[in-house]
């Protein structure tokens, strides 16, 4: 849970997935809808799906026993380098290092690395600048390093170089060259895309459909949407031209959602029906069961939760 979002934002999920679903055993057996649901509003859904094909795997192979060994770990589904080394050396005190961010950032000012922190090359420098000095307490290790990078040896301003007890080898602090370092490349620029998501309506229910199982958001379910940005009169002109039937198209304003490579600029629009649509793949659901059975990600969450008409 924790690749890529805060531990503040973690953990009322973890408590929540921890009670749900407490041993490997218990998040293998469980169906991925389950366990897409107890991750929505966490985002990069990718985790949990491997999260649980990992338990599924190490219920197989290693009689639900976690493996110990760095390299065993990192061979289980969504277990990349950094994650298997955290967790041999924190939960099994194993000689690795996890190199993160903080790692990279703390490794690159100590040694005035010119390598770019983006690149595979400065990770396997840190690592093995790391590794040659890790002694003992390997968790402890990973853990101070990681606190320091966080707290002390800071990402964004000056570092707390007065705190820092590495202040009198540190080669950016001896050169008062703190802010010159890591080197870090321009990261490119996310696309841009436009969407218009239409909010079906009726009566009670709306509708939602499942995506696609592969790609972003695979398997999660969405409100219907176009690609580009259509105006009230192009929507209602699209709705007439495919024989939906409806009362009243609503402007529900727009939204943006920033996913790591890619930007989706929306505009949404209730459609209130006058009867369902003939199309298999659309479910008309109740607010509360969308909100208890079905995944919805945050891009959508948005225009369910703006003011929309009575009768939706
Ligand atoms: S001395 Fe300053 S720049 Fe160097 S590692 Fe410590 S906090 Fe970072």
């Given at each position: 849970?924790?690749?890529?979002?805060?531990?503040?934002?973690?953990?009322?999920?973890?408590?929540?997935?921890?009670?749900?679903?407490p041993s490997i055993e218990s998040l293998a057996n469980a169906s991925e809808d389950t366990c897409l649901k107890?991750?929505?509003?966490?985002?990069?859904?990718?985790?949990?799906?491997?999260?649980?094909?990992?338990?599924?795997?190490?219920?197989?192979?290693?009689?639900?026993?976690?493996?110990?060994?760095?390299?065993?770990?990192?061979?289980?589904?969504?277990?990349?380098?950094?994650?298997?080394?955290?967790?041999?050396?924190?939960?099994?005190?194993?000689?690795?290092?996890?190199?993160?961010?903080?790692?990279?950032?703390?490794?690159?000012?100590?040694?005035?690395?010119?390598?770019?922190?983006?690149?595979?090359?400065?990770?396997?420098?840190?690592?093995?600048?790391?590794?040659?000095?890790?002694?003992?307490?390997?968790?402890?290790?990973?853990?101070?390093?990681?606190?320091?990078?966080?707290?002390?040896?800071?990402?964004?301003?000056?570092?707390?170089?007065?705190?820092?007890?590495?202040?009198?080898?540190?080669?950016?602090?001896?050169?008062?060259?703190?802010l010159d370092y890591p080197i870090l490349s321009k990261s490119k620029e996310k696309k841009k895309e436009n969407?218009?998501?239409?909010?079906?309506?009726?009566?009670?229910?709306?509708?939602?459909?499942?995506?696609?199982?592969?790609?972003?958001?695979?398997?999660?379910?969405?409100?219907?949407?176009?690609?580009?940005?259509?105006?009230?009169?192009?929507?209602?002109?699209?709705?007439?031209?495919?024989?939906?039937?409806?009362?009243?198209?609503?402007?529900?304003?727009?939204?943006?959602?920033?996913?790591?490579?890619?930007?989706?600029?929306?505009?949404?629009?209730?459609?209130?029906?006058?009867?369902?649509?003939?199309?298999?793949?659309?479910?008309?659901?109740?607010?509360?069961?969308?909100?208890?059975?079905?995944?919805?990600?945050?891009?959508?969450?948005?225009?369910?939760?703006?003011?929309?008409?009575?009768?939706?």
């Amino acid at each position: 849970m924790l690749q890529q979002t805060r531990v503040e934002a973690v953990k009322g999920y973890y408590a929540r997935f921890l009670a749900a679903l407490p041993s490997i055993e218990s998040l293998a057996n469980a169906s991925e809808d389950t366990c897409l649901k107890l991750w929505e509003g966490l985002g990069y859904y990718s985790r949990v799906r491997n999260l649980r094909k990992a338990a599924m795997e190490v219920v197989d192979k290693y009689q639900g026993k976690l493996p110990e060994d760095e390299s065993l770990l990192a061979k289980l589904p969504g277990i990349g380098k950094y994650t298997a080394a955290a967790i041999a050396s924190i939960a099994f005190q194993k000689k690795a290092v996890a190199v993160d961010g903080n790692l990279l950032r703390v490794f690159s000012r100590l040694t005035c690395s010119m390598l770019d922190v983006k690149e595979e090359k400065a990770k396997e420098t840190c690592h093995q600048f790391l590794f040659e000095r890790l002694e003992e307490r390997p968790g402890d290790f990973n853990q101070a390093l990681m606190d320091l990078g966080e707290i002390i040896c800071l990402p964004h301003g000056v570092p707390k170089c007065d705190l820092c007890p590495f202040s009198d080898c540190c080669k950016a602090h001896m050169a008062k060259k703190e802010l010159d370092y890591p080197i870090l490349s321009k990261s490119k620029e996310k696309k841009k895309e436009n969407k218009t998501v239409l909010l079906f309506s009726l009566k009670e229910q709306i509708a939602i459909r499942k995506r696609p199982e592969k790609g972003l958001l695979a398997s999660l379910y969405e409100f219907p949407n176009l690609e580009g940005t259509y105006s009230q009169k192009e929507v209602k002109a699209y709705l007439e031209k495919n024989g939906i039937s409806f009362t009243k198209v609503i402007s529900l304003g727009n939204a943006t959602h920033i996913f790591t490579h890619r930007i989706w600029k929306m505009k949404g629009y209730c459609v209130v029906l006058e009867k369902k649509i003939d199309d298999p793949s659309l479910l008309f659901v109740s607010k509360e069961e969308l909100n208890h059975h079905y995944s919805l990600p945050s891009a959508f969450q948005y225009f369910l939760e703006i003011k929309r008409p009575q009768n939706m």
